[in-house]
């Protein structure tokens, strides 16, 4: 099952590296799956709501995602740390750090590193490729 999860981090990673088709949505419905992330009163509901945000992958939601590392069930701040991981936003990188330092949860700590490292590579990349450019 754990290999299973490292390919299919993997690919979320190749694809987000790679896509350039962009799906934009309109601030209502982003605004809806925060609400959602954030105060629905079911667990469960609050976790698949924060999975939803990362795979919408618009960083508009960040500060949502933020704001739910907040809630009291590890699994939901788990899922919210995975989801800013993939909008490999580089904003988002101090208050994983503060995660990876303050939470209870020995799985969240790991799952911010993880995200921190995807994002780090992200940026690295960004600027290799700005490099590569300029030498052109």
């Given at each position: 099952?754990r ?9 979320l ?6 896509s ?6 309109d ?34 939601v ?8 907040r ?24 208050v ?10 020995p ?15 992200r ?12 030498s052109?």
């Amino acid at each position: 099952m754990r290999q299973l999860f490292r390919v299919f981090w993997f690919l979320l990673v190749l694809i987000s590296f790679t896509s350039k088709a962009e799906i934009t949505y309109d601030q209502e419905h982003l605004e809806y799956w925060i609400r959602t992330a954030k105060s629905h009163p079911l667990e469960l509901v609050r976790k698949n709501a924060a999975k939803m945000l990362g795979i919408m992958g618009d960083n508009r939601v960040l500060g949502g995602l933020v704001e739910t590392l907040r809630d009291t069930s590890a699994e939901v701040r788990q899922e919210a740390v995975v989801s800013i991981g993939l909008l490999v936003d580089p904003r988002a990188l101090p208050v994983l750090e503060q995660i990876v330092d303050r939470d209870p949860s020995p799985e969240v700590r790991r799952k911010a590193r993880s995200a921190m490292a995807l994002i780090e590579k992200r940026m690295e990349y960004e600027k290799s490729k700005r490099t590569d450019e300029n030498s052109i």
